[in-house]
């Protein structure tokens, strides 16, 4: 165990496509789940997570690697230097990979993560029309036109004059 | 390639819990069955909202614009409820109506939710003739106020209302389950009130004299309260009387007063620039200090007071600024009387038009904020 040794740990993480990384285990524990499994008796061997692709996982430690290396926790210049690493590691990713790293952050139990992705992707639909988030997030319309008309008609200002398939 | 319909509901009402403006929870839950599952059960924190100025329209009787400075828009609605009654705002989701036969309501015009009130013959004034023009005169000002921060949804037990009314001036409430208003009963010598707030269960209320009363919500029970001295700029606008243009607010925890000021020519209308000055009340020290910086905060004013909002920039607003009404002189001159929606800033204190220049029936009829409410 770590603890004993004193020297840090490193941990093999395996995706489910089969892709193997290292991450030191103080990095790695920043997941709940993987810091479940080391306490479990799994550190050592190989951590199987079979709900995250290789590419998704390579981001996740990237994002570990950087959030660990900034030293301690509480001090507001610190969380400052976490909040522009955040956002700068968010802003470099593209829209269709928040979808893979929200469903990651929330299997691998990673609260702060999971909370500045799902910003990020709340701030994508913010002022926008109906249409556009459907287009935007591949989503279908499965009103019937008379449902639809019933949830227009429920806040109904909202709606007024637009039609919700309106692009910008 | 992502699919976001197959997110699970628990991180679709993750995402949409950083959502901050009422229009894009709307919009959220229109976007399909699902989503409107995830809007209809689950919880949500209704933050502050930055209100929409409400319009009245001259060629449409029983429509209203309203400006949403969010969305950068105007809606246009039809608000039936308002036809043939007397409206007054009050700075919250809701105004008050008053109809030819001296019945109250208290109307949301965005959600069209109608609660009736007493009828204004429980203040026992007298006359109570219906006849008399005097009768629609008697309310004077409106405040709507939550007793918790934020409100619980769908729960209006915990609102009330309070008005000042009459010729003297004086409070009354109302509480869900009252069948009356209740009349403060003032036990110092005759205070007439121009401005209230609501703060930590208590009811602040600042007077023509410039003092303030301060009332317990439940007991109505006058409380003992070392008065401070109004500021300068204050003082100078109650001897002139121009008592709408002071208005008392609360604000995270504070108690402000916003104080406009703008010269008048011989005639008493409006010219040159308008000015605001903000106070706060030191509640140790027992005094009003002028508050140059406003912080992360803007203020919205219109005739029947202000709104405070924090994290205005969420709401493309601008934060250490007055969000106010200006009337267009020269047009008055014609007989038509033009608005225009202007924002001060207090660090440059110079103000700005925001390009909705509307024409509005009358001088009356003056603009009011209304806050959207989730419900």
């Known amino acids: 165990m770590a603890a004993e040794t004193g020297t840090p740990t490193t941990l093999t993480l395996k995706s489910n496509d089969d892709e193997r990384f290292s991450v030191a285990e103080s990095a790695a ?38 959030i660990s290396a900034i030293p301690g926790v509480g001090a507001a210049a610190d969380e400052e230097k976490k909040k522009s690493f955040r956002d700068k590691f968010l802003s470099d990713m593209d829209f269709e990979t928040l979808a893979d790293m929200v469903l990651a952050a929330n299997y691998l139990n990673m609260s702060c993560l999971m909370d500045a992705v799902s910003a990020k992707i709340a701030q994508v639909m913010e002022n926008k029309p109906v249409g556009w988030v459907r287009r935007k997030f591949g989503i279908e319309n499965d009103y019937t036109p008379e449902e639809e008309a019933a949830v227009k008609e429920e806040h109904k200002w909202t709606f007024e004059g637009v039609e919700t398939d309106d692009d910008i | ?121 429980s203040l026992q004034l007298r006359p109570n003739d219906a006849r008399t023009p005097y009768c629609y005169r008697v309310i004077k000002r409106v405040f709507v106020f939550m007793k918790q921060q934020p409100p619980p949804r769908n ?131 027992k005094q009003w200090v002028e508050v140059r910086d406003l912080g992360n905060r803007a203020i919205f004013v219109d005739k029947s007071g202000c709104v405070v909002v924090c994290g205005p920039e969420r709401f493309n607003c601008r934060s250490n600024s007055v969000y106010f009404v200006a009337d267009d002189m020269k047009r008055w001159l014609v007989g038509e009387v033009w608005i225009d929606l202007c924002v001060y800033n207090l660090a440059d204190r110079v103000s700005e038009a925001l390009g909705f220049s509307s024409e509005i029936p009358n001088d009356v009829l003056l603009p009011l904020w209304i806050v959207p409410t989730l419900e």
């Open chain 2, 1 to 121: 390639m992502a699919d976001w319909s197959q997110l699970p509901y628990d991180l679709i009402h993750e995402v949409a819990s950083h959502l901050v403006a009422i229009e894009d929870f709307h919009a959220f839950s229109a976007v399909c069955c699902d989503w409107r599952s995830v809007y209809s059960t689950k919880e949500w924190h209704q933050r502050p909202q930055v209100p929409l100025l409400m319009i009245f329209v001259p060629e449409k009787n029983g429509f209203r614009n309203f400006i949403s400075l969010y969305r950068n828009k105007v809606y246009k609605l039809e608000i039936p409820a308002v036809r043939g009654r007397k409206t007054w705002g009050s700075c919250s989701g809701w105004i008050l109506t008053l109809g030819l036969d001296l019945t109250i309501q208290l109307l949301n015009p965005l959600t069209r939710v109608c609660l009736s009130l007493p009828p204004q013959s």
């Open chain 1, 29 to 66: 524990i920043l997941s709940v789940t993987i810091r479940n499994m080391v306490e479990d008796g799994c550190a050592g061997g190989v951590i199987p997570l079979d709900n995250v692709d290789g590419k998704t996982l390579a981001s996740v430690i990237t994002y570990m690697n950087g």
């Open chain 2, 155 to 285: 729960d209006e037990g915990d609102s009330f209302v309070v008005i000042i009314y009459g010729p003297l001036y004086q409070l009354a409430v109302y509480r869900p389950g009252y069948t009356s208003w209740t009349i403060v009963k003032e036990t110092a010598t005759l205070n007439q009130f121009i401005g209230v707030a609501f703060r930590k269960d208590r009811i602040f209320a600042l007077c023509k004299a410039g003092s303030l009363s301060v009332f317990d919500i439940d007991s109505l029970a006058a409380i003992d309260f070392d008065d401070p001295t109004p500021p300068e700029n204050v003082k100078f606008a109650l001897r002139k009387g121009k008592f709408n243009h002071l208005m008392l607010v609360e604000s995270r925890g504070d108690i402000l007063i916003v104080c406009k000021q703008q010269d008048s020519n011989r005639c008493g209308f409006p010219v040159g620039p308008v000015h605001f000055f903000v106070y706060t009340l030191d509640f140790i020290n």
